[in-house]
């Protein structure tokens, strides 16, 4: 087999994970001296931290002064089981899931709280009509699926006037996609994601009408603790005010502080939502230029920007799951692409993470690796035969 030529230009930085995500530009442990580490979070500098951060996650995305933002245990898993489990049973439920996480919150609303819910299903590559979606009822979706690279195009289908509560795992599209908070009630997401923070801490953002189902409902079933917003029927608002239900990580938090300020130097979520964009768009280009390689997207108003999912669609492939493993394999080895392989539960291929800490440069300089990758892997598919 000839050996291909490698191309010339590598990305600076090959990491395209979807999650821990890639550290802001030019990042640095330097940057987290400030971290008050060995104090207690409850003292007057841990909880000023605390603060700050809320108050910066509120002016960066805009959050309404009116909505509670509160930092919780268990990143965005635990996030959206403390909304599902305190909030659910007071109305019927509708859950909408076009990926694996998704799938997840129908397991755990229908077979743990046991809620006779509604569930509305489409496969990978597809997303459940919201024209068809009862917004009477509480609706739990997410907005970005992740493993599956489709988003919600826009809220214009949710209605302002709706009965029921809207919970929105956004965990890959908070700070890179546009939320409407008007028409969102409960909306979770992790800080590892589009602003490559750390791990293991999780935010839930709250409408009014949240806090007032809160404050109005017990559900059947006992609640630990670490999901109890609520004490003698009034919300705890200090879980909101930075008061965590248990010790977080200050490093992790200084880490997180950081993010919101370079988010902040480049324009707030405008400049974070641009950048991924500007990456989506590289990718997405490439792939119309090559017959080979397709978004798992199948309708490019769906079409994610941060998790972009491809499939590769080149009859000489008869092995799809073994070829982009292989592919993937290959780009890790050269050093230009880290964790790029397809999620475990979605169909094989590769996802690329094109999040606002991306730089566009590294993603174009990886498509011609992606192409080099490629056609290395069908020589040895030829070779073989």
Not at 96 to 105: N, P, Q, T, V
Request: aromatic fraction near 8%; proline fraction near 5%.
């Amino acid at each position: 087999m000839t050996a291909l030529a490698t191309p010339a230009t590598r990305p600076a930085n090959p990491r395209f994970s979807s999650g821990p995500c890639a550290k802001i530009p030019q990042f640095s442990l330097d940057m987290l001296a400030d971290a008050p580490l060995g104090r207690s979070h409850r003292a007057a500098v841990g909880k000023s931290k605390l603060a700050e951060a809320i108050d910066l996650t509120r002016e960066v995305l805009g959050v309404p002064a009116d909505y509670r933002i509160g930092i919780v245990p268990g990143s965005d898993t635990g996030a959206v089981e403390m909304a599902l489990w305190s909030l659910l049973g007071a109305r019927p439920v509708e859950m909408l899931a076009w990926e694996s996480f998704g799938e997840g919150w129908v397991t755990d609303v229908v077979k743990q709280l046991k809620i006779d819910a509604l569930v509305k299903k489409a496969p990978y590559g597809q997303i459940v009509d919201f024209a068809t979606v009862d917004f009477d009822k509480d609706v739990v979706f997410t907005w970005n699926g992740t493993t599956s690279g489709v988003r919600v195009a826009n809220g214009d289908l949710i209605p302002a006037d709706r009965q029921g509560l809207t919970i929105c795992d956004a965990t890959s599209a908070a700070f890179a996609m546009d939320l409407p908070w008007d028409k969102l009630d409960v909306v979770t997401f992790s800080w590892q994601k589009v602003l490559g923070g750390e791990g293991a801490h999780g935010m839930l953002i709250l409408s009014p009408r949240a806090v007032e189902r809160l404050e109005s409902y017990t559900p059947a079933w006992p609640l630990p603790k670490i999901f109890r917003m609520t004490k003698g029927g009034k919300l705890i608002e200090g879980i909101f005010k930075g008061e965590t239900i248990n010790t977080p990580s200050m490093l992790a938090v200084e880490d997180y502080l950081v993010a919101l300020k370079w988010a902040q130097s480049l324009g707030g979520q405008a400049g974070l939502i641009a950048r991924a964009e500007a990456n989506a768009k590289t990718v997405w280009d490439f792939c119309a230029q090559k017959p080979w390689l397709a978004n798992l997207a199948e309708d490019a108003a769906h079409a994610s920007t941060t998790s972009v999912c491809l499939k590769f669609v080149d009859a000489r492939i008869t092995d799809g799951a073994a070829f982009a493993k292989a592919v993937a394999k290959r780009l890790e080895k050269e050093g230009v692409a880290l964790d790029v392989g397809a999620y475990r539960d979605a169909p094989a291929g590769l996802r690329i993470w094109c999040g606002s800490t991306v730089e566009t440069a590294d993603v174009a300089a990886l498509m011609p690796w992606l192409e080099w990758a490629f056609e290395a892997e069908i020589a040895a598919l030829a070779q073989a035969a």
